[in-house]
């Protein structure tokens, strides 16, 4: 996602979309991503680290 002033994420179902969970955090944040989800979207964001 390019262009977007603010941070954003998006747990997807398919790779092209059907949205599981979003976020727009104002600060850091703490995604958990479940393996079942099967892809993760994000822009306008820091660099994101595994915890």
Known sequence: MTG????????????????IAT???NGP????I???DKAFQ???CV???RA
């Open 4 to 19: 977007f002033p603010m941070c954003y994420w998006a747990r997807l179902r398919t790779t092209t979309g059907g949205v």
């Open 42 to 44: 994000t822009g306008g």
């Open 23 to 25: 976020g727009m955090p």
């Open 47 to 49: 660099e994101w680290t």
């Open 29 to 32: 944040a703490t995604v958990t």
């Open 34 to 36: 479940q393996a079942t």
